[in-house]
């Protein structure tokens, strides 16, 4: 039969998981994954996702957005560990997984509170020059 344990014991595992991320982005008060290190040069790449089918209905559609975050570390800087445990064994476990904050699962939405902003003039050129330097190349119309 093989090694094997109650699927009841990996949704705990997975709870306890979720209830333990959830409780660090409180304590910390922003949410970055929990092997993300301290003392690091950090680059992230957001974009959003969309699916949308239909074009009459919101069935089936998503919105969303997709955050990637790369550490850069270096010989001279290879950050520092933050310590945080993955799964908090101090907290009981529990069969539900905790709701997450207000703050993060309803965002207000930005817009523009003025009607008519302050556009600086555009300086040089809107179109870019497809020649190259020293004349090498083609030049493309």
Same mark, same amino acid.
């Given at each position: 039969?093989?090694?094997?344990?109650? +699927?009841?014991?990996?949704?705990?595992?997975?709870?306890?998981?979720?209830?333990?991320?959830?409780?660090?982005?409180?304590?910390?008060? =922003?949410?970055?994954?929990? !092997?993300?290190? !301290? @003392?690091?040069?950090?680059?992230?790449? =957001?974009?959003?996702?969309? *699916?949308?089918?239909?074009?009459?209905?919101? *069935?089936?559609?998503?919105?969303?957005?997709?955050?990637?975050? =790369?550490? *850069?570390?270096?010989?001279?800087?290879?950050?520092?560990?933050?310590?945080?445990?993955?799964?908090?064994?101090?907290?009981?476990?529990?069969? $539900?997984? %905790?709701?997450?904050? !207000? %703050? +993060?699962?309803?965002?207000?939405?930005?817009?523009?509170?003025? $009607?008519?902003?302050?556009?600086?003039? =555009?300086? @040089?050129?809107? $179109?870019?020059?497809?020649?190259?330097?020293?004349?090498? @190349? !083609? $030049? +493309?119309?």
């Amino acid at each position: 039969m093989g090694l094997s344990i109650p +699927y009841d014991r990996v949704l705990a595992i997975s709870t306890d998981l979720a209830n333990s991320v959830t409780s660090l982005f409180e304590e910390e008060g =922003v949410v970055c994954p929990p !092997k993300l290190c !301290k @003392g690091i040069f950090t680059t992230s790449g =957001v974009d959003n996702i969309e *699916h949308n089918p239909s074009a009459t209905t919101a *069935h089936d559609s998503f919105h969303g957005t997709a955050i990637s975050l =790369v550490q *850069h570390p270096t010989t001279s800087s290879e950050g520092s560990n933050r310590g945080v445990p993955v799964i908090n064994e101090t907290t009981e476990s529990q069969r $539900k997984i %905790a709701q997450l904050p !207000k %703050a +993060y699962t309803h965002v207000q939405p930005a817009f523009l509170q003025v $009607k008519d902003p302050l556009v600086p003039p =555009v300086v @040089g050129n809107l $179109k870019p020059s497809f020649s190259t330097p020293q004349g090498i @190349g !083609k $030049k +493309y119309e």
